[in-house]
């Protein structure tokens, strides 16, 4: 399902901005501040996933769980 959302959510991204840390943070941001949080945690999953072992992407990540109220998943992603 994250996969899906993530993928909808960037499809009309230009190639260049689909990964960066730069253009998809503050799109995170949006959709946190929207209530959107299950967008914000896919678009937080793909930046993850797209930038392994970037700072700013486990924080964004935590960031969504945060606000969604996962806890836990928060943690997890703010410790990596």
Not at 6 to 20: F, H, I, L, Y
Not at 31 to 39: P, Y
């Amino acid at each position: 399902l994250a996969e899906r959302q993530a993928a909808r959510a960037t499809k009309d991204w230009p190639a260049a901005d689909r990964g960066s840390a730069d253009s998809v943070i503050p799109k995170i941001s949006q959709a946190i501040a929207a209530g959107d949080h299950d967008r914000a945690i896919a678009l937080a999953a793909k930046l993850q996933r797209d930038n392994p072992g970037a700072p700013g992407a486990s924080l964004a990540h935590g960031d969504a769980f945060a606000a969604a109220g996962r806890w836990r998943d928060a943690a997890r992603s703010y410790a990596q």
